[in-house]
């Protein structure tokens, strides 16, 4: 069982940047591959970043490649998601989840196993 609790969302303006967090709770952290999924007011929950267990591979949606930068520290039990650049169209409730299965990462929600209560990121034009 992995318990996720996210933190750093907050109201930015266009341009800005914010760092989440994503402390996981468990001594078996590092065998999970993490990701970063968003959902904004009436639309479906979409798939932003996802990193190995190992922070070996990365990946990311084409909409924040180049702007987000998934990064974890085992030590810590963490993961984060810095993210630059950001737009209007960021503006979401942004969730962190952790997958067991057999496979480097995840980019689909049914990949994944576990999942924080999320953080709201607002960007103000």
């Known amino acids: 069982q992995v318990q996720l609790v996210e933190s750093g969302g907050g109201l930015v303006q266009a341009g800005g940047s914010l760092r989440l967090s994503c402390a996981a709770s468990?001594?078996?952290?590092?065998?999970?591959?993490m990701g970063w999924f968003r959902q904004a007011p009436g639309k479906e929950r979409e798939f932003v970043a996802a990193?190995?267990?190992?922070?070996?591979?990365?990946y990311y949606a084409n909409s924040v490649k180049g702007r987000f930068t998934i990064s974890r520290d085992n030590a810590k039990n963490t993961v984060y998601l810095q993210m630059n650049s950001l737009k209007p169209d960021d503006t979401a409730v942004y969730y962190c989840a952790a997958g067991g299965r057999m496979i480097s990462l995840g980019t689909g929600a049914r990949q994944y196993d576990y999942w924080g209560q999320g953080t709201q990121v607002t960007v103000s034009s």
């Open positions: 468990g001594r078996t952290f590092s065998s999970y591959y």
């Open positions: 990193i190995s267990w190992n922070g070996g591979s990365t």
